[in-house]
């Protein structure tokens, strides 16, 4: 399981990579793999706020819809429209190309409850 | 096959298989079966445009033998067993008396006095009852044969191809629904050209307990298709893009083949059946509903249980839905009254909080690969 050493995780298995004021968003590898073929991802409109550990959109697999929750308070200033055509990058490259939103950070205290690549890891062990 | 306590899932003989193969199992109808293997999308293009391989061992088989066989038949399935030869194959359902569905399922002849069926595998032990039950007056044998045999499934349009490979009796000249008794590498097999994904292919029945190397080797012989295992959701969304019913989702005990369009399995000039007089009475009175297919015509996917609506008016909800990875776009089956059931009516998905635009299609919602269909 791929979990990158400079980004931060939730328990809902979303990920986050802070830079400055900024912040972008995804799903883990671990995520994709449980979903299975990512086929739709509905994401929140720009310039619409979301709130830290409350749903923002959606992935949908064939079989399964799945709630994203979002790690941060923020407003979101820019969505991958790739994921329109192309949702599957979303399960190859989790981490990169098929991230999902960005967003300007409200208050980087959240941040700090976060939870490390050490933690994360630990807990998708638990989970398998 | 292994009978587990009732508490426990049901093995088929390919379980193994599916394990080493890294497939996602799940429990199905009382069965761990593979749902997954490298994933649904390329599973169901490899059958689209190659061939695959499915194990379908948890649905039923029963045989049915004794000199008033075509007599029960007759009774207790909607299409005419009359026009059978030996060795063809008929897809009809049974009836309750008010007409709805006991069943969807396939009668095999070996002979006027000797059949197969197969069916659902959610439905086994029910329709082996049922079939029991109306049997008891008739000079015939039922048996529950289900324990005994492995099916798998071959679709594609390189299956003919592979399979001769291994089969001694000549494929070519086995025409769609119809069946030849086979030995397929080491195994005695029935071999029949029928399938559930409206490719050209073949099912297999055989001995579950010598059936388990007969997979590996058709996936060794397959490599050169590029030949894949396929899960069932694969079959789901194959199933779905040729419009084929799904029982449990859009035929059940509370609807009538005629409102699902399988008017074309119900031969009402029979002399009599179980449910012809209900049937009857609902083609007089003018069918109130009708399944219909659905297509987004925005992006997102389709499932059961959301919404129809026309005008803003709740009309009915999908009974199936699933994406299309052939066309890429949501697709399902509602059933309508008839004045929303017009090809290119215009109608809208709840999905979430959002109103999705559908129109109303004829199924299938992709050209059928295999040769001829039936209806």
């Known amino acids: 399981m791929e979990v990158p050493k400079d980004l931060r995780y939730t328990i809902e298995h979303e990920w986050i990579r802070v830079n400055g004021s900024k912040a972008v968003i995804g799903i883990t590898h671990f995520a994709q793999d449980q979903l299975g073929d990512v086929v739709f991802v509905e994401m929140p409109a720009l310039d619409s706020q979301i709130t830290r550990e409350k749903t923002m959109g959606v992935v949908e697999s064939v079989k399964t819809v799945s709630d994203l929750y979002a790690p941060a308070t923020g407003k979101v200033i820019a969505v991958n429209t790739d994921l329109e055509t192309q949702p599957e990058l979303v399960n190859s490259e989790p ?19 976060l939870l490390t690549p050490e933690k994360y890891s630990e807990q998708c062990e638990q989970e398998q | ?22 497939a996602k199992l799940v429990p199905f ?16 293009l490899c059958v689209r445009n190659g061939v695959g391989i499915f194990d379908v061992s948890h649905m039923g088989e029963m045989d049915i033998r004794g000199k008033e066989s075509k007599k029960l038949l007759q009774k207790l399935v909607t299409n005419d067993i009359e026009k059978m030869l030996d060795h ?34 959610a439905n086994s032990d029910k329709d082996f009852q049922w079939v029991r039950k109306i049997a008891a007056t008739y000079d015939v044998t039922v048996s529950d044969t289900s324990a005994e045999t492995a099916q798998l499934a071959i679709q594609g349009k390189d299956s003919e191809q592979l399979v001769q490979r291994l089969c001694d009796v000549s494929l070519n000249d086995l025409r769609y629904y119809h069946f030849k008794k086979a030995k397929i590498y080491k195994n005695d097999c029935i071999i029949s050209r029928t399938g559930y994904t409206g490719e050209d292919g073949f099912e297999l029945y055989t001995d579950s307990s010598l059936a388990e190397p007969l997979f590996l080797k058709i996936l060794e012989e397959g490599k050169s298709f ?9 079959r789901d969304t194959l199933r779905l893009e040729m419009g084929y019913a799904l029982y449990g989702n859009d035929i059940t005990a509370k609807t ?42 925005q992006r997102g996917v389709l499932r059961p249980h959301y919404p129809v609506f026309a005008e803003g008016q709740l009309v009915g909800e999908l009974t199936s839905g699933t994406f299309s990875p052939s066309l890429n776009m949501g697709i399902g089956l ?6 929303h059931s017009q090809v290119g009516s215009r109608l809208t998905v709840g999905i979430r909080n959002q109103q999705v635009l559908a129109e109303v299609v004829k199924p299938p919602f992709v050209p059928p690969g295999v040769k001829h269909s039936l209806g």
Request: glycine share 8%; charged share 25%.
């Open chain 2, 29 to 44: 109808a009382g069965w761990d079966m593979p749902i997954q293997y490298k994933g649904v999308i390329q599973e169901h």
């Open chain 2, 226 to 234: 590029n030949i894949q295992p396929i899960g069932l959701a694969a």
């Open chain 2, 88 to 121: 063809s194959i008929l897809y009809t359902v049974m009836c309750y008396e008010d007409g709805g569905v006991v069943d969807d399922l396939l009668v095999h002849r070996f002979s006027e006095d000797h059949y197969f069926l197969c069916v659902n595998a």
């Open chain 1, 95 to 113: 981490y990169g190309k098929g991230w999902i939103l960005e967003i300007e950070i409200s208050d980087p205290k959240e941040l700090e409850s």
């Open chain 2, 1 to 22: 096959m292994s009978q587990e306590s009732s508490t426990e899932l049901k093995t088929t003989p390919f379980y193994n298989i599916h394990k080493e193969l890294g």
């Open chain 2, 256 to 297: 009538s083949p005629l409102e699902a369009g399988l008017g074309w399995v119900v031969k009402l000039q029979k002399d009599h059946f179980i449910g012809k007089e209900s049937l009857n009475n609902q083609k007089e009175a003018g069918l109130k509903r009708k399944l219909v297919g659905i297509k987004l015509l």
């Open chain 2, 334 to 339: 509602c059933y309508v009254s008839p004045e």
